[in-house]
């Protein structure tokens, strides 16, 4: 020990009491702590198990309440109680009825154990079936649930039945024709109202417990139940009789009637005493029902660790204080020594060094001051050198910002600019320019909206906006933000990045617009190639009809040319001459030579006009194959125009509730019959459970119509290749429908056995104008137009096949439609 240094005097004595006040205070602490969590961990588990408890109960009321009004609304709605309860109106003497009636009320409360009554009244108020006979004529006018039963389904709260002395609750409901609505009478169900007691009332403190009853914990717990009147309507495990005598106007009780709001805490209950406690809130009933044990027992086991806890902090303490004596002596020079060192050290002496020969820990606290000197020298010569990096790597993050290509800068809390690269020297400003002011104004006037969301909400991460230059121009600037925060989690700053993408977007646009007159001369190219066909037949057959009308007009002409008039000119004068000749000789050489003659004329006439006639005949053939080949071709080009006519004007859907199974049914309705002409047999697989959906279905039955079409042509193709089916039949067409819950979707699926298609083909069967079919009636648009009205209707469709074996068209079509759908609702 350093002479002059005295244990209680100086360092000694401050070491001293700072030791003993270091060491006892943790303890005391350490102590209080302990207690104060215990205290709140055995309140906190106890209110959860409260608020469990109670909540179970809550659920286990609620179920039976809710049980009760169902079976009374279940019972009214039974078509025996209404047929009977009609005829009791009518003829209330028919004692068969009311044998009958009764019969059925005492079944009907055999059905659950609790129901110790079920009776009838009729419009009059007056009782004319029951489970109890004895109660069959009593008048109930005036009883609340026959008043308010009348009119909806009524639960009336706890009473004590006049008749019986039970306690009970009733549930009503009104007797309604099934048919047109009128009033026939009331139900009601009287459940044993004890019930509530054995799910709240658990073990009295006087009793034995009671297995069949929810289990409270201790001597005190209690739970029980508070009506909207303020009055106890279960049993109480303390007071005989409470059930609507005794009156709790407690704190909890008129907070939840009041204010419907819970309470979890500690309280006073309607015994006064201090419990801790739950409180759950029946709205339906307007119940409040508590859980609650005394403060008094809860707190029973951190008492007797008090206790304990005071006797350790006692002997701790006087440990502490020898203790303290005898330590503080050994560590009282080595501190006077290292004080001095330090003092050598703060005047800069680093090479100074602290001498020690003790092995302890204060000896190896010396030579962790000799390292720390060590280490604080050489700290000192890499501060140097780090000062010199980082002036170097400053230098370097400046020439980053310099030259970096993208807008690099930083707003204040206000949106004001704090800094900004030379980049926006590009956009005309200089580099001082915007220092301090706010970032809105260099956005374009609608933009601004956006950007005042950057300064209050703090989440944006990227977005795009126009921005003027110096010179008023817009441009398209690409931004990125990010908020910077202090340690505290305080907003100071907002950096953000932005790169000018004006040019890209105007490229953009060149490349839409590209791509778009692209698709249109594509589509041009296609219907060009498909009306191009069938006009060059027209073409063909219209010059060929052309030869063959001048074929026609010459034979006309030539039969126009024929001297038949004169053959009947000279019949003419032969006739005449013979009536002047009549009673004279006739000379007879000169009239056959002129017959003759007239005989040659018309034979060689009559070749002629064969011969005419033959031509024409043939060349009629001809022309009428020619001119109907035309009128094919025109109506194929008029199919051709009208398809594509549809595939540009597809029409908004009229969106109705509709259901998929029968637009399937009807669809086959229409086309089984021909289809089995085709020897196609027809499959319906209809899921029952596919609900009704928002779609189109004029729209809908079309697409399914393409496709099935298209099915059957593929099964015709198919025939002679497909062996397994059979002689008789071509193929097997199915139609069905599935519902997917986990998608929220319809499925509509068509299966063929046909002749599938190609893997190459599969990509290109929805474009406009392409087909598979061989005879080229095919105009390609049907699935094209299929696929647009599915896409309308936020479906889609999925197409598997396999050459040779079939094809499966699946069309998915959502169950919820989009909101502008349900807006223009039309039911079907």
């Known amino acids: 020990m350093i002479r002059g240094v005295n244990l209680f005097s100086g360092i000694g004595r401050k070491l001293f009491c700072w030791f003993l006040c270091l060491s006892i205070l943790p303890v005391i602490v350490v102590a209080i702590l302990t207690y104060r969590y215990a205290r709140e961990t055995i309140k906190s588990e106890l209110l959860n198990e409260e608020v469990f408890l109670a909540e179970g109960i809550k659920n286990h009321i609620l179920t039976i309440l809710n049980a009760g009004e169902y079976s009374s609304q279940f019972f009214a709605s039974d078509e025996f109680i209404r047929r009977h309860l009609e005829i009791l109106n009518h003829n209330p003497d028919n004692k068969h009825i009311v044998k009958r009636f009764n019969e059925y009320m005492v079944y009907k409360t055999n059905l659950n154990k609790d129901f110790y009554e079920t009776l009838v009244l009729n419009p009059a108020g007056i009782i004319v079936a029951s489970s109890n006979e004895r109660s069959i004529g009593r008048i109930e006018f005036g009883a609340d649930y026959f008043t308010y039963g009348k009119k909806y389904p009524y639960i009336k709260d706890v009473y004590r039945d006049e008749n019986t002395g039970d306690y009970s609750i009733a549930f009503a409901a009104p007797v309604l024709k099934k048919h047109g609505g009128k009033f026939l009478g009331v139900l009601v169900i009287r459940y044993n109202a004890n019930k509530l007691s054995e799910i709240t009332a658990g073990k009295r403190s006087d009793a034995k417990e009671d297995t069949g009853t929810f289990l409270r914990r201790g001597k005190t717990s209690e739970a ?50 201090n419990v801790i406690g739950a409180t759950r809130y029946l709205r339906s009933m307007g119940w409040v029902l508590l859980v609650e044990t005394n403060e008094s027992e809860a707190y029973s086991p951190i008492s007797r660790f008090k206790y304990r806890a005071i006797t350790v902090v006692g002997i701790c303490i006087i440990g502490v204080i020898f203790v303290s004596v005898f330590i503080s002596r050994g560590i009282i020079n080595p501190i006077i020594l290292l004080v001095k060192g330090m003092k050598r050290i703060a005047e800069g002496d680093l090479n100074f060094r602290v001498e020690t020969h003790s092995g302890d820990e204060l000896g190896e606290l010396t030579d962790s001051f000799n390292y720390m000197t060590d280490d604080i020298k050489d700290a000192r010569e890499k501060l140097l050198g780090l000062k010199a990096d980082l002036e170097e790597r400053k230098e370097y993050l400046e020439n980053i910002l310099k030259y970096a290509n993208e807008l690099i800068f930083t707003l204040d809390v206000q949106g004001n600019f704090t800094f900004i690269n030379p980049k926006i020297k590009e956009w005309g400003y200089g580099e001082e320019e915007l220092i301090g002011k706010p970032f809105l104004s260099i956005l374009f006037n609608k933009e601004r909206e956006q950007g005042e969301q950057l300064n209050f909400d703090g989440f944006m991460k990227m977005f795009e906006v126009e921005v003027l230059d110096k010179h008023r121009n817009v441009r398209n600037v690409l931004m990125s ?117 007239i005989a040659e004329d018309l034979d060689k006439n009559s070749r002629e006009f064969v011969e005419i006639f033959n031509i024409i005949s043939k060349t009629r053939a001809i022309l009428h194959e020619y001119l109907d080949g035309s009128v094919k071709e025109s109506i194929r080009c008029k199919d051709l125009i009208s398809g594509l006519l549809d595939f540009s004007r597809q029409k908004k859907p009229q969106m109705g509730l509709s259901s998929v199974n029968n637009l399937i049914d009807n669809v086959l309705n229409i086309v089984e019959k021909q289809y089995r002409k085709e020897k196609i047999e027809v499959v319906r697989d209809i899921d029952p459970l596919t609900p009704e959906i928002m779609m189109d279905s004029r729209q809908m039955e079309q697409v399914v119509i393409n496709i099935t079409n298209n099915a059957v042509l593929a099964m015709k193709e198919a025939e002679g290749s497909v062996g397994h089916m059979g002689v008789f039949r071509k193929g097997v067409l199915t139609v069905g429908s599935r519902f997917h819950t986990d998608r929220e979707c319809v499925e509509i699926f068509i299966m063929d056995t046909g002749v599938g298609i190609h893997k190459n083909d599969l990509k290109k069967i929805f474009d406009p104008f392409f087909t598979t079919r061989k005879d080229g009636k095919g105009t390609g648009l049907g699935l094209s137009i299929s696929y647009g009205i599915v896409k309308m209707h936020d479906g889609s469709i999925e197409v598997d096949s396999e050459v040779g074996k079939g094809t499966t068209f699946r069309i998915f079509l959502p169950v919820k439609a989009r909101k502008e759908q349900e807006l223009s609702f039309v039911k079907l």
């Open 224 to 273: 029980y139940i508070v009506n909207k009147d303020h009055f106890l309507i279960t049993g109480s495990r303390f007071r005989e009789n409470a059930i609507l005598r005794q009156r709790i106007d407690t704190e909890p009780v008129l907070t939840s009637l009041n204010t419907s709001r819970e309470v979890v805490g500690v309280y006073k209950n309607y015994m006064e005493k």
């Open 481 to 597: 933000t990010s908020v910077i925060r202090s340690k505290e989690g305080k907003l100071i700053s907002i950096l953000g990045v932005a790169n000018d993408v004006t040019e890209l977007r105007k490229l953009e646009q060149k490349l839409v617009q590209a791509d778009r007159l692209a698709s249109i001369g594509q589509l041009v190219a296609g219907i060009a190639h498909e009306i191009n066909n069938p006009i060059g037949v027209i073409y063909l057959y219209s010059t060929e009809s052309l030869k063959l009308f001048e074929r026609v007009t010459n034979a006309l002409k030539r039969l126009s040319s024929l001297p038949i008039s004169e053959d009947i000119q000279q019949l003419n004068e032969l006739i005449t001459y013979l009536n002047q000749k009549a009673d004279g000789e006739l000379e007879k050489d000169k009239f056959l030579k002129v017959l003759l003659h």
